[in-house]
């Protein structure tokens, strides 16, 4: 059985900082990408942005240049620094990996349960 578990969201104004972490635990061989999606109330769930087991990250248009993702490997933990934020970030932001788990052994995607970003104005 393999967890994801989120952490950091919070309340912030606008232009202010937070960084989410998720951390993978369980029963795991290997993880490849590792990334961050978010939805808001009404829309459906987007990807916000996503790294390689490698460290090469891709981002949404919506928040280059502000957010940037990093992993730990050793830590199995994957970050979303976000920067300016802005009230339009406010989302259930959840975490997500591609993990090779070891019981049964073979690939599967995992979800976090999510954790809540409200940036006010």
């Known amino acids: 059985q393999v967890q994801l578990v989120e952490s950091g969201g919070g309340l912030v104004q606008a232009g202010e900082s937070l960084t989410l972490s998720c951390a993978a635990s369980?029963?795991?061989?290997?993880?490849?990408?590792m990334g961050w999606y978010r939805q808001a109330p009404g829309k459906q769930r987007e990807l916000v942005a996503r790294i390689t087991s490698g460290g090469s990250p891709n981002y949404a248009d919506a928040v280059k240049g502000r957010f940037t993702i990093s992993r730990d490997n050793a830590k199995s933990t994957v970050y979303l620094q976000m920067n300016s934020l802005k009230p339009e970030d406010t989302a259930a932001y959840y975490c997500?990996?591609?993990?090779?788990?070891?019981?049964?052994?073979?690939?599967?995607?995992?979800w976090g349960q999510g954790t809540q970003v409200t940036v006010s104005s």
């Open positions: 369980g029963s795991i061989i290997s993880i490849d990408v």
């Open positions: 997500n990996a591609y993990v090779l788990g070891r019981v049964p052994v073979n690939w599967r995607e995992y």
